[in-house]
């Protein structure tokens, strides 16, 4: 088990920077997710932790070891790919037995930890099977298996989950989680799939454009966002954005519509006088509408999900989208009113796009 640390970390590809001055600190059997769109870096953030891409600038350590030069083998970390690498010609038995043996690990000692392995992953039944014989869901478990065997330090997952269904992408998902709780080892985990982060991470770092933009936990990057970026990434649905201007301690949304301003900032209710300024609304959070706790807009599309319906209206130049109780089934064209805690918005200055609250 060990901690892991990259300081200035650089990578660039001629005049290409790809990242650009990482910071960050991950605990010892912490479970940190790497999350951004395609291009942003966290990949190649990964491979470098690896050691399958060498580093520009800067510094990774995992312990207190400086690791930059050191080639993979000896940087004691397992890597589980989303493509899961395995050996087709071998059984999945000698999949997971294979790196044991290149290391010169005992026969006696390569049974039981394969056996403990499989136990774990419900896949004891499988170790005499080639890859060809398994399902996409099995052969990710193997490939989790190989890693687990040979008890490394740091756990490397590289966008695990892309290949499978949905279905599956939950049930492997749920497999990981388990395996963090069982063994407690420090996990990187890359994706760029928001809610496989918010299910898995105790700490999320959020990348754009090869820089660290927000790390917190599930919660202070789902309730706090540091940028539009941010509150745009994380949650499904995505948050809402409006924009607007604070007038007399209320906000004028584009559109005519007016919300006072919530408590928490009616303090800097003057120093935001007549600011523009972005209004961003999880769908999640429209309720019942009350008297100058509400917005009108008429309704665009009604998208029934059954635990839920998703409701998507008009409002000055946006479009928003509300996610409200089943059974309210408004008509396209209807002018729909609905509330809005005012505690509930977040607010971000309309150039920087950096949050306000």
Request: proline content about 5%; hydrophobic content about 40%.
């Amino acid at each position: 088990m060990s901690s892991v640390s990259f300081r200035k970390l650089e990578k660039s590809y001629g005049a290409l920077r790809i990242v650009k001055g990482i910071d960050l600190e991950i605990a010892d059997r912490e479970f940190v997710v790497l999350v951004g769109p395609s291009g942003c870096g966290k990949s190649t953030t990964l491979r470098m932790l690896a050691g399958l891409e060498s580093i520009s600038g800067g510094e990774i350590r995992i312990g207190e070891r400086v690791v930059n030069k050191l080639p993979p083998r000896e940087r004691d970390i397992a890597m589980v790919f989303q493509d899961y690498a395995l050996y087709p010609h071998k059984t999945v038995y000698e999949n997971m037995a294979f790196s044991l043996k290149v290391r010169g690990v005992p026969a006696a000692e390569i049974k039981p930890r394969i056996a403990q392995a499989a136990e774990m992953l419900g896949i004891g039944q499988l170790l005499e099977r080639k890859p060809s014989q398994l399902s996409g869901g099995q052969r990710q478990r193997v490939a989790m298996g190989r890693a687990i065997v040979r008890r490394p330090q740091v756990f490397l997952f590289d966008e695990p989950l892309s290949n499978l269904d949905a279905k599956l992408r939950g049930q492997v998902r749920t497999e990981i989680k388990r395996l963090h709780q069982a063994i407690g080892t420090t996990i990187i985990y890359v994706t760029h799939d928001q809610v496989e982060a918010m299910t898995l991470a105790d700490r999320i770092v959020i990348l754009k454009g090869g820089e660290i933009e927000q790390v917190g936990t599930p919660d202070e990057v789902y309730n706090s966002p540091a940028s539009v970026f941010v509150g745009g990434f994380i949650g499904s649905p995505a948050m809402n954005f409006a924009k607007g201007t604070v007038r007399g301690g209320r906000i004028a949304f584009d559109g005519g519509a007016e919300i006072a301003l919530d408590g928490r900032v009616n303090g800097k209710a003057t120093a935001l006088e007549g600011r523009d300024i972005i209004v961003g609304i999880r769908p999640e959070h429209f309720g019942a509408a009350e008297e100058g706790r509400q917005l009108s807009g008429r309704v665009q599309v009604v998208e029934p999900l059954g635990s839920d319906t998703l409701i998507h209206f008009a409002l000055g130049s946006s479009t928003l989208t509300a996610r409200v109780a089943p059974e309210m089934r408004p008509q396209p064209g209807e002018i729909l009113s609905i509330g809005v805690d005012p505690s509930r918005i977040h607010l971000f200055d309309a150039a920087t796009e950096r949050a306000l609250n």
